[in-house]
């Protein structure tokens, strides 16, 4: 008796898998990983913020200022921020295993909804420590704050300018977003330690933190929605779900649509699955050209999966 081959199994090696993730002709173009983003940006970046945080902070708590502290806090922020993006980047590169079909893509994503988080959290505290201080002042070493907050201007706008010349997504532009936040609490500091060394009105130095705070917390909103939306896997911006639905509904060919659902398999990238209740099962390569040719004009979506299906077929209840 002859040997019947071993069929494999699902849950084979990546390695083994490789065949399952393919995409032939006529499936979409794009992949499931992210290539050609650079890590050097993110680390050169990582370690300038690194650096001088740690010198903000000393100086903050030597120079008694709140401008200078929460400085330094958001340095520390961005630090993180910039480490998540630096391990999202190397976790997306991953190819898509037996166990994980879509890929890494979405490490970006949750990077940046962590890093926003973060931002939420800085922002109360900094807003908490400004009103103690509104209430009861305390001295604020004035030319201390002034020097260190332009050398860190300085290494912010360092830091800005080596990430807007990497490759973007949406975990560097967040790490970005933090960063020229930072930028603003420099400016805020800097401006806190002139006034307070000329003038000694040291309530400028929680005023201006309080400012500085409402920014970031304009600023890393737009991050925290754009990833929370893509995590819970929402219709993409941009594209009308209903619309979407009425136009495959008006394919020749085409009766009803049911069980459609639109989202992004990679920021960027729409999906789309649904059945479509079509006339004639013969038809359906012709029906399938035509709903994947207007998909991709009208809404941009590449990445179709249909399942066709008559009216006799479907289950009456």
């Known amino acids: 008796m002859s040997q019947q081959p071993a069929h494999p199994s699902i849950d084979t090696a990546p390695s083994d898998s490789a065949h399952l993730h393919a995409h032939l002709d006529g499936d979409a173009v794009h992949g499931h990983t992210i290539e050609g983003r650079s890590q050097k940006t993110l680390g050169v970046a990582l370690a300038l913020t690194l650096l001088f945080a740690l010198i903000e902070a000393v100086s903050g708590v030597m120079s008694n200022s709140l401008a200078l502290i929460s400085d330094a806090g958001h340095m520390v922020t961005d630090a993180a921020a910039l480490g998540l993006a630096l391990m999202a ?63 860190g201007a300085a290494i912010n ?21 933090n960063v020229m936040g930072d930028l603003m609490g420099s400016a805020a500091a800097i401006a806190a330690g002139a006034i307070i060394h000329f003038t000694q009105w040291v309530r400028i130095d929680p005023i201006l933190s309080i400012f500085v705070s409402l920014l970031i917390l304009r600023s890393t909103s737009g991050i925290l929605r754009e990833s929370y939306h893509f995590l819970m896997e929402s219709v993409p911006a941009g594209i009308d779900y209903l619309k979407v639905g009425a136009d495959l509904a008006a394919v020749d060919g085409v009766m009803s649509v049911h069980d459609l659902h639109v989202w992004d398999m990679s920021p960027g990238e729409p999906a789309l699955i649904g059945h479509l209740e079509i006339v004639d099962l013969a038809c359906w390569p012709e029906v399938l050209f035509a709903v994947k040719a207007m998909l991709l004009e009208r809404h941009g979506i590449d990445h179709v999966t249909l399942q066709p299906e008559t009216h006799n077929a479907l289950p009456h209840l």
Do not use: D
């Open 89 to 151: 980047q190397v976790i997306a590169k991953r190819p898509p295993s037996a166990r994980h079909s879509f890929g890494f893509v979405r490490a970006e994503a949750l990077a940046a909804f962590v890093n926003s988080l973060a931002m939420l959290l800085l922002v109360a505290w900094i807003v908490y420590e400004a009103a103690q201080r509104l209430l009861h002042p305390e001295p604020v070493g004035g030319s201390t704050v002034f020097v260190v907050a332009s050398i």
């Open 157 to 177: 706008i360092l830091v800005a300018w080596v990430l807007s010349r990497g490759e973007q997504s949406i975990n560097t532009r967040a790490a970005l977003v």
